[in-house]
């Protein structure tokens, strides 16, 4: 990395609060698995650190709660890894339904990670114990962090650890971190969740879909399959006057009275969401104005994922107040908004 | 000629072979794991809270069986299994398992059971019960948590104060 950089006293700690002691690091990036993205915001931020860090962004309700209540009382810049926001084709489309051009917005459609890549949801299996390599190749009690105990195998650390529960939101949250945000974004919704969730599709890994409800109305869709196949993270927008379609792939497909609003963004240009969402991370950190990913975002889109994770794993209906992130009349969902941090880890 | 092919098949033969028993090392490392006695961790979620409390009660169960126990029954459990969890508090291994359990469960009696338990644990266990209790937000264990905030222990100190700031913020 120093290399890359174009120096070469790039450090690097076995400990990651050795690192956030330093008093002389302004912003980090956090690309740790998602187990530790919380934990490990707060923690910068009360080490007067700004943050971009990776999707998802929180395991649990309660843990995308700290996370915005902490950004908010330091007054540090968070920057979820959510690049699509500023990705090009999803602004156009998100400008069609803020601006009216869609006419009355009705259904908000997000991709979910396609069950039979990205099942819905996690399973609690363990995998066979392997012996524990030396701490110098892996600390494994180091890697769980605040996750439940398990035995070491070598293929969690090779990238197999999404899917099991203690560290994974399945399909849901996978993409649902990146669609449902984006929904969130164009109907002008960043500051709530939907306050009904139904689950269809249980017991299979695919089609599966969340249907939704916003107190205003509005209805949002997550759904694993079925868009027109315009590549990975597909949203559409329907409105009384039209409709709009568009994903990683650049094109964007509309109702016919739109064809000429909605020029397609060409593959480079979609690429370069990432760099771009980089770029507005930096100016907020020297100018202190919000990015597009916020904390607020960041956290309302994550509390809408996890509720409709909680609804699909509990095979029924939700209904939930999303100003005091309750489930009504559900004991069992509002068990499963939190979990305990092993020790000592907490938040 | 002959000789040629043949050492080209036995070489193509050796590399195949090599792959398929990568493939069959990798295939049984991806095998998730089942208990003896009471099978899969799905068999073991759907069991009803009393047999739950059973595997954890069970001196023979693995560590597998008891965890997904504890997991389990944060959602199921209730009063009636906070005795069994309460024990596992004491426990290296489960202590933590216990813990995600027994935050979950809305009842006086978890509470009971964490403020009982700041006399029996020490060094990480002390901290993980600490931060349980600051989670439940239980007022009645102030009293007691303001003993821990002079510990020489750094990890217990700070839980008991972050525990104390979580219950009474405007106080602490």
């Known amino acids: 990395m120093g290399r890359e950089a174009g120096h070469g006293d790039c450090a690097m700690y076995a400990d990651q609060f050795e690192l956030l002691s330093r008093g002389d690091i302004d912003a980090v990036l956090i690309a740790t698995g998602d187990r530790w993205h919380t934990l490990l915001s707060i923690q910068a931020a009360k080490a007067g650190m700004d943050v971009f860090?990776?999707?998802?962004?929180?395991?649990?309700?309660?843990?995308?709660?700290?996370?915005?209540?902490?950004?908010?009382?330091?007054?540090?810049?968070?920057?979820?890894?959510?690049?699509?926001?500023?990705?090009?084709?999803?602004?156009?489309?998100?400008?069609?339904a803020r601006n009216g051009r869609l006419g009355q917005l009705q259904t908000l459609h997000a991709q979910v990670g396609p069950g039979d890549r990205w099942p819905p949801i996690t399973t609690f299996d363990w995998l066979p114990a392997e012996p524990e390599p030396p701490n110098d190749?892996?600390?494994?009690?180091?890697?769980?962090?605040?996750?439940?105990?398990?035995?070491?195998?070598?293929?969690?650390?090779?990238?197999?650890w999404r899917g099991y529960f203690d560290f994974h939101g399945g399909g849901i949250l996978e993409w649902g971190s990146h669609t449902v945000d984006l929904?969130?974004?164009?109907?002008?919704?960043?500051?709530?969740?939907?306050?009904?969730?139904?689950?269809?599709?249980?017991?299979?890994?695919?089609?599966?879909?969340?249907?939704?409800?916003?107190?205003?109305?509005?209805?949002?869709?997550?759904?694993?399959?079925?868009?027109?196949?315009?590549?990975?993270?597909?949203?559409?927008?329907?409105?009384?006057?039209?409709?709009?379609?568009?994903?990683?792939?650049?094109?964007?497909?509309?109702?016919?009275?739109?064809?000429?609003?909605?020029?397609?963004?060409?593959?480079?240009?979609?690429?370069?969401?990432?760099?771009?969402?980089?770029?507005?991370?930096?100016?907020?950190?020297?100018?202190?104005?919000?990015?597009?990913?916020?904390?607020?975002?960041?956290?309302?889109?994550?509390?809408?994922?996890?509720?409709?994770?909680i609804a699909f794993q509990l095979g029924r209906s939700l209904t939930f107040d999303p100003a005091r992130d309750t489930f009504e009349g559900d004991e069992m969902a509002n068990r499963m908004r939190s979990r305990a941090m092993r020790e000592p880890w907490k938040i | 000629m002959y000789r040629t092919v043949?050492?080209?098949?036995?070489?193509?033969?050796?590399?195949?072979?090599?792959?398929?028993?990568?493939?069959?090392?990798?295939?049984?490392?991806?095998?998730?794991?089942?208990?003896?006695?009471?099978?899969?961790?799905?068999?073991?979620?759907?069991?009803?809270?009393?047999?739950?409390?059973?595997?954890?009660?069970?001196?023979?169960?693995?560590?597998?069986?008891k965890s997904r126990a504890c997991l389990r029954l944060a959602v199921v459990g209730g009063k009636d299994e906070v005795p069994a969890l309460a024990i596992l508090l004491e426990d290296s291994q489960l202590s933590?398992?216990?813990?995600?359990?027994?935050?979950?469960?809305?009842?006086?009696?978890?509470?009971?059971?964490?403020?009982?338990?700041?006399?029996?644990?020490?060094?990480?266990?002390?901290?993980?019960?600490?931060?349980?209790?600051g989670r439940r937000k239980d007022v009645d264990a102030l009293p007691l948590l303001g003993k821990f905030l002079h510990s020489e222990d750094a990890e217990v100190s700070q839980s008991a104060a972050e525990a104390m700031r979580r219950i009474r913020p405007a106080f602490y």
């Open chain 1, 53 to 96: 860090c990776e999707k998802p962004c929180s395991m649990t309700i309660a843990e995308s709660r700290a996370l915005a209540d902490t950004f908010q009382r330091l007054g540090r810049i968070y920057q979820a890894g959510t690049q699509r926001r500023n990705g090009s084709n999803f602004e156009l489309a998100a400008n069609l």
């Open chain 1, 137 to 160: 190749v892996c600390d494994w009690d180091r890697w769980l962090g605040p996750c439940p105990w398990r035995p070491f195998n070598s293929q969690y650390i090779r990238g197999r």
């Open chain 1, 183 to 309: 929904c969130q974004w164009a109907a002008g919704l960043d500051e709530t969740a939907p306050v009904e969730y139904e689950p269809r599709g249980m017991g299979s890994d695919t089609p599966y879909s969340i249907h939704c409800r916003y107190a205003n109305g509005l209805q949002l869709v997550m759904r694993d399959s079925d868009f027109l196949d315009l590549g990975s993270c597909h949203i559409r927008f329907e409105g009384s006057e039209g409709w709009v379609e568009t994903a990683d792939g650049g094109r964007i497909e509309t109702s016919e009275n739109l064809r000429n609003e909605s020029p397609d963004v060409p593959r480079e240009v979609a690429r370069a969401a990432t760099a771009n969402h980089v770029r507005d991370f930096l100016d907020c950190v020297k100018s202190r104005k919000t990015p597009r990913s916020n904390y607020l975002a960041a956290c309302q889109a994550h509390v809408a994922c996890h509720a409709a994770y």
């Open chain 2, 6 to 65: 043949g050492l080209a098949l036995m070489f193509v033969v050796g590399n195949l072979s090599m792959v398929l028993a990568n493939q069959q090392r990798e295939n049984e490392a991806l095998q998730p794991m089942v208990d003896g006695k009471y099978g899969s961790a799905a068999e073991i979620m759907a069991l009803a809270p009393a047999q739950l409390v059973e595997i954890l009660e069970d001196s023979d169960a693995t560590l597998f069986a």
């Open chain 2, 96 to 133: 933590h398992y216990a813990r995600f359990a027994l935050e979950a469960i809305p009842d006086q009696a978890v509470d009971e059971a964490l403020r009982e338990a700041l006399g029996k644990v020490e060094g990480k266990l002390l901290a993980g019960v600490i931060n349980s209790i």
